[in-house]
């Protein structure tokens, strides 16, 4: 498998520009995460889709980003308008159903290589 | 609300030399994941291991050992004989289980830097 694929690996906007992040998970993962990571607030939980819904959007920062997850295979996040504070590395991430009863497993949330956003 | 403290903002070493990053969760349930990953200079995160709440067995996998114990609440991670390649960003994760959750709550990671 090529793993969770994220495009583009560098974004360059203007203040106010939509910006459009995807990601393309691993084959057969129930779960999607987008996180985002800046030197002041570390690695946050923006939003996460179990079979492509939305369970917990609490991390979004506000109504200018929005996530959508139509199918299976394909992941966006969309920043409109985007603002110098939304430069960040964001991350997706999928993951396989976690519970397996009392069994030990050791596998985990696999993250895509991130993209670099950058808000001028 | 679950918490994971990385006290350890920067640690450095000399090649060869053991290396222990300290990692303390906080959670309300009984049941929950604990994660470590590796983010290199080039910034991709890296799975290095999950471990589940109920199994308290230590762990080694080649110079990496984990350290779980649940009556202080830590999940340590040692580097035994560090390498240059180690040198990166560790973040330790805690997932809860109940509640329907999966969220993943990183600490604020420990920079390692190995020097040779």
Wanted: hydrophobic share 30%.
């Amino acid at each position: 498998d090529a793993g969770v694929i994220q495009s583009p690996r560098h974004e360059v906007t203007e203040m106010g520009q939509e910006v459009t992040l995807r990601c393309k998970p691993i084959s057969g993962h129930d779960y999607l995460f987008w996180y985002r990571q800046t030197m002041m607030r570390g690695l946050e939980l923006l939003i996460y889709f179990n079979n492509n819904v939305p369970i917990d959007d609490s991390g979004m920062p506000e109504d200018r980003f929005s996530a959508k997850m139509p199918n299976a295979s394909f992941s966006t996040l969309k920043i409109q308008p985007s603002e110098p504070r939304d430069s960040a590395v964001y991350f997706c991430a999928s993951s396989p159903l976690l519970r397996s009863g009392t069994g030990y497993s050791n596998y985990g949330y696999t993250f895509g290589s991130g993209t670099r956003l950058t808000v001028v | 609300a679950q918490k994971v403290t990385q006290a350890q903002t920067e640690i450095s070493v000399v090649e060869k030399e053991d290396v222990t990053l300290d990692c303390v969760y906080e959670t309300r349930d009984t049941t929950y994941y604990l994660f470590w990953y590796k983010q290199p200079p080039s910034g991709e995160l890296v799975f290095l291991i999950r471990r589940n709440s109920f199994d308290e067995q230590n762990e080694i996998s080649g110079r990496y050992s984990w350290n779980f114990q649940k009556s202080t609440s830590s999940f340590n991670f040692t580097i035994t004989a560090s390498q240059v390649v180690d040198s990166a960003v560790y973040f330790c994760a805690l997932s809860e289980h109940q509640g329907g959750s999966e969220k993943l709550v990183f600490g604020k990671g420990t920079k390692l830097t190995v020097n040779p």
